[in-house]
Protein backbone atom coordinates (compact mmCIF):
# COMPACT_ATOMS: atom_id res chain seq x y z
CA UNK A 1 0.00 0.00 0.00
CA UNK A 2 0.95 3.62 -0.74
CA UNK A 3 0.74 6.63 1.47
CA UNK A 4 0.39 10.54 0.12
CA UNK A 5 1.03 13.27 2.75
CA UNK A 6 0.56 16.44 1.48
CA UNK A 7 1.38 20.06 3.41
CA UNK A 8 1.92 23.71 3.20
CA UNK A 9 -1.38 24.76 2.73
CA UNK A 10 -3.33 27.73 4.68
CA UNK A 11 -5.11 30.72 4.89
CA UNK A 12 -2.74 33.23 2.27
CA UNK A 13 -3.37 37.01 1.08
CA UNK A 14 -3.98 37.39 -2.34
CA UNK A 15 -0.48 38.14 -4.30
CA UNK A 16 1.60 35.64 -1.53
CA UNK A 17 3.64 32.72 -2.56
CA UNK A 18 3.13 28.88 -1.47
CA UNK A 19 4.66 25.92 -1.41
CA UNK A 20 3.06 22.35 -1.12
CA UNK A 21 4.71 19.17 -0.84
CA UNK A 22 3.42 15.55 -0.74
CA UNK A 23 5.65 12.86 0.48
CA UNK A 24 4.81 9.49 -0.99
CA UNK A 25 6.19 6.68 1.44
CA UNK A 26 4.59 2.78 1.75
CA UNK A 27 5.41 -0.50 -0.76
CA UNK A 28 7.17 1.66 -3.64
CA UNK A 29 9.00 0.03 -6.20
CA UNK A 30 8.56 2.65 -9.09
CA UNK A 31 6.62 6.20 -9.53
CA UNK A 32 5.80 7.51 -12.97
CA UNK A 33 3.98 10.45 -12.09
CA UNK A 34 3.61 12.32 -9.43
CA UNK A 35 1.13 15.49 -9.72
CA UNK A 36 -1.60 18.05 -8.30
CA UNK A 37 -4.69 18.39 -8.64
CA UNK A 38 -7.08 20.83 -7.10
CA UNK A 39 -11.14 21.08 -6.12
CA UNK A 40 -12.78 24.44 -5.92
CA UNK A 41 -16.44 24.07 -3.74
CA UNK A 42 -18.98 22.95 -6.41
CA UNK A 43 -16.19 22.26 -8.73
CA UNK A 44 -14.76 19.06 -10.93
CA UNK A 45 -11.43 18.59 -9.48
CA UNK A 46 -9.24 19.26 -12.30
CA UNK A 47 -5.24 19.12 -13.39
CA UNK A 48 -2.77 21.49 -11.99
CA UNK A 49 0.47 19.65 -13.08
CA UNK A 50 2.22 16.66 -12.84
CA UNK A 51 6.16 15.38 -13.72
CA UNK A 52 7.14 11.91 -15.30
CA UNK A 53 10.05 10.14 -13.04
CA UNK A 54 11.92 11.29 -16.21
CA UNK A 55 11.06 14.90 -15.08
CA UNK A 56 8.93 15.83 -17.87
CA UNK A 57 6.14 18.53 -16.74
CA UNK A 58 2.76 19.49 -18.08
CA UNK A 59 0.60 22.28 -16.84
CA UNK A 60 -2.96 23.30 -16.92
CA UNK A 61 -2.56 25.69 -19.53
CA UNK A 62 -4.42 28.73 -17.92
CA UNK A 63 -1.63 27.70 -14.54
CA UNK A 64 1.46 27.50 -15.91
CA UNK A 65 2.80 30.97 -15.53
CA UNK A 66 2.23 31.00 -11.58
CA UNK A 67 2.32 27.58 -10.94
CA UNK A 68 5.51 25.06 -10.72
CA UNK A 69 5.87 21.59 -10.20
CA UNK A 70 9.56 19.97 -9.01
CA UNK A 71 9.82 16.67 -7.92
CA UNK A 72 12.68 14.88 -5.27
CA UNK A 73 13.11 11.51 -4.01
CA UNK A 74 9.47 10.23 -3.43
CA UNK A 75 8.01 13.91 -3.56
CA UNK A 76 6.41 16.43 -4.90
CA UNK A 77 5.86 20.76 -4.51
CA UNK A 78 4.00 22.68 -5.97
CA UNK A 79 4.79 26.20 -6.01
CA UNK A 80 2.56 28.99 -6.25
CA UNK A 81 3.47 32.80 -6.96
CA UNK A 82 0.84 35.39 -7.23
CA UNK A 83 -2.03 33.81 -5.48
CA UNK A 84 -5.14 34.90 -6.80
CA UNK A 85 -8.67 34.10 -4.80
CA UNK A 86 -9.78 31.66 -7.56
CA UNK A 87 -6.73 29.67 -6.50
CA UNK A 88 -8.75 28.68 -3.30
CA UNK A 89 -9.51 25.04 -3.49
CA UNK A 90 -8.40 21.48 -1.83
CA UNK A 91 -4.81 20.72 -3.98
CA UNK A 92 -4.58 16.93 -3.96
CA UNK A 93 -1.76 15.20 -4.58
CA UNK A 94 -1.21 11.99 -6.99
CA UNK A 95 0.47 9.56 -7.90
CA UNK A 96 0.93 6.78 -10.15
CA UNK A 97 3.35 4.03 -8.72
CA UNK A 98 4.21 0.76 -9.09
CA UNK A 99 4.64 -1.70 -6.06
CA UNK A 100 6.67 -4.41 -7.44
CA UNK A 101 8.40 -5.05 -10.71
CA UNK A 102 6.09 -7.04 -12.20
CA UNK A 103 2.68 -5.34 -10.84
CA UNK A 104 0.34 -2.70 -12.49
CA UNK A 105 0.57 1.05 -11.87
CA UNK A 106 -1.55 1.75 -9.51
CA UNK A 107 -3.54 5.46 -9.05
CA UNK A 108 -3.08 6.77 -5.29
CA UNK A 109 -4.28 10.09 -3.60
CA UNK A 110 -3.38 12.23 -0.73
CA UNK A 111 -6.36 13.57 1.65
CA UNK A 112 -5.92 17.01 0.22
CA UNK A 113 -4.83 20.22 1.52
CA UNK A 114 -6.92 23.59 2.00
CA UNK A 115 -5.45 26.33 0.37
CA UNK A 116 -7.48 29.88 1.12
CA UNK A 117 -6.88 32.62 -0.83
CA UNK A 118 -8.67 35.87 0.71
CA UNK A 119 -7.56 39.16 2.41
Known amino acids: QVQLVESGGGLMQPGGSLRLSCAAS????????MGWYRQAPGEQRELVAR?????STNYADPLKDRFTISSGKNTVYLQINKLKPEDTAVYYC???????????????WGQGTQVTVSS
Open 94 to 108: NAKVKTTYYGYENDY
Open 26 to 33: GTIFRINV
Open 51 to 55: ITSGG
